[in-house]
């Protein structure tokens, strides 16, 4: 079956702009998850979500970072005035139930953000 | 503050020797530990994991291990092999939690 899919793949945007990152979970996946990787770093938490609902989004790194899921499928992370800071691979995962480690997490491909 | 590490950025084995990856963590509260393995333009995909109940897990060629008292834990590849060449992240997480604290990666070049 399908996995998970992000668009766009890379995406090149001038400070301060605005960009969104779309993602599309494995159809019957109730947990979505965000993360970023920087540059020789790890993955970076972003925000959690059970359904339609973001218990978790500790790991936003600023206002400028928010999320939404509608119909418990498709995600969109957006990121508002842009800085170059922000340039990073945003990664997108999603698992059956969002047991935290214990469920298994799949992760999209991943949208390439440069901020120039 | 890096609540799990991978100190060693890269590692080069040679083809059907045993490769050993390190992760160290700081977080007690950590009850659950996975690797995953990235390949360039790839999703990162889940490869092993450990309950901190157990001190090993095998599968196949991979095998985890758990030292809790020293907060460590290691997966080793035996034999090793070219396919094997990859990014592995060491990750953990609280079961009662839902997200997963990744380390920074170990990129592992296996050689001819």
């Known amino acids: 079956g399908a996995g998970v899919s992000q668009s766009p793949s890379n995406k090149v945007t001038e400070k301060g702009k605005d960009v969104e990152l779309r993602c599309d979970p494995i159809?019957?996946?109730?947990?979505l998850y965000w993360y970023r990787q920087s540059l020789g770093q790890g993955l970076e938490f972003l925000i959690y979500?059970?359904?339609?609902?973001?218990?978790?989004k500790s790991g936003l790194p600023s206002d400028r970072f928010s999320a939404e899921r509608t119909g418990g499928s498709v995600s969109t992370l957006t990121i508002q005035r842009t800085q170059q800071e922000d340039s990073a691979v945003y990664l997108c995962?999603?698992?059956?139930?969002?047991?935290?480690?214990?469920?298994?997490?799949?992760f999209g491909p991943g949208t390439r953000l440069t901020v120039l | 503050d890096q609540q799990v590490k991978q100190n060693s950025p890269s590692l080069s084995v040679q083809e059907g020797r045993i490769s050993i990856l390190n992760c160290d963590y700081t977080?007690?509260?950590?009850?659950?530990f996975l690797w995953y393995k990235k390949y360039p333009a790839e999703g990162p995909t889940f490869l092993i994991s450990?309950?901190?109940?157990?001190d090993k897990n095998e599968d196949g060629r991979f095998t985890v291990f758990l030292n809790k008292s020293a907060k460590h834990l290691s997966l080793h590849i035996v034999p090793s092999q070219p396919g094997d060449s990859a990014v592995y992240f060491c990750?953990?997480?609280?079961?009662?939690?839902?997200?997963?604290?990744f380390g920074s990666g170990t990129r592992l070049s296996i050689r001819p």
């Open positions: 995962a999603s698992s059956l139930q969002g047991g935290g480690g214990t469920d298994t997490q799949y």
């Open positions: 159809s019957g996946h109730t947990a």
């Open positions: 979500f059970q359904g339609n609902s973001a218990p978790d």
């Open positions: 977080n007690s509260m950590f009850d659950y």
């Open positions: 450990i309950s901190s109940i157990k």
């Open positions: 990750a953990a997480s609280r079961s009662s939690a839902s997200k997963i604290i």
